[in-house]
């Protein structure tokens, strides 16, 4: 049984263990981290997933980017750890934190990834958005969390700089 907290700075490290275990420490060279780049992630929206034990079995972040005017949620990464795999902690993860975007207001979440498993989600294949190079196009996924906030979005996706 896995319980679900908002990520707290503490868990930093653990969090980003738990990230180059599942996918290497070379994943920071992924194009979707220079979107990351000296950004804060949306904290209201990152989760860690926790064991009785306080094991860390899963997590997941998301981050604000912009398409032209548009203002986004890039989701990932989302990670659980090889032996919680196949329990649900992934798909309770996103379908919890996508409940919370909704109520936060959001209206849109753009993601990279495997188009057959974020569709049971409701992710879609987006056309016109450009994520920077070398992006798989069929691997770039969105969420419309209001009616028609995909509409007439197209462009390449940016990061948002920090204010301050």
């Avoid at 920071?28 to 989760?47: K, N, T």
């Avoid at 064991?51 to 032209?68: K, L, M």
């Avoid at 879609?124 to 969105?142: F, Y």
Wanted: aromatic share 10%; net charge negative; with cysteine.
């Amino acid at each position: 049984m896995f319980t679900l907290a908002q990520e707290k700075p503490q868990d930093w490290w653990e969090v980003e263990a738990l990230f180059d275990h599942c996918f290497a420490p070379g994943r920071a060279a992924l194009s979707s981290y220079r979107l990351r780049e000296d950004v804060d992630p949306v904290q209201s929206l990152c989760f860690v997933a926790r064991d009785e034990g306080g094991f860390v079995g899963g997590a997941i972040r998301f981050w604000p980017v912009r398409i032209g005017e548009a203002e986004v949620l890039l989701l990932g990464p989302i990670a659980v750890h090889p032996t919680a795999q196949g329990e649900g902690l992934g798909g309770a993860l996103i379908r919890d934190t996508i409940a919370r975007a909704t109520e936060q207001g959001f209206a849109r979440i753009l993601l990279v990834g495997d188009a057959p498993y974020y569709a049971r989600f409701g992710f879609e294949r987006l056309t016109g958005v450009i994520m920077p190079p070398p992006t798989n196009p069929d691997r770039v996924l969105g969420l419309a969390l209001q009616a028609g906030a995909w509409d007439g979005i197209t462009g390449e996706v940016t990061r948002i700089p920090q204010k301050g």
